[in-house]
């Protein structure tokens, strides 16, 4: 097993374990939301593309005001 900096190994309370899940939970949660999202894009792509415009305009604003 590997080791943390303070020399202690990762399997001593269920850490790694724990990691795993929590990384294996996350992977799951990322997938489901990916397939939603392209599910959403693929039933109503002009109202996607739009979204994608306005999010667009508006960061190119923010980014711009930063800039002065």
Sequence with gaps: MGSTPDGSTLGDSGIASRIRETVDATKDRAVHWTHTLQEGVRQDPIRSLAIA????VVLGVILG???R
Excluded: L, N, Q
């Excluded at 415009?53 to 667009?56: D, Y």
């Design 53 to 56: 415009a306005g999010v667009g």
């Design 65 to 67: 005001r930063r800039s």
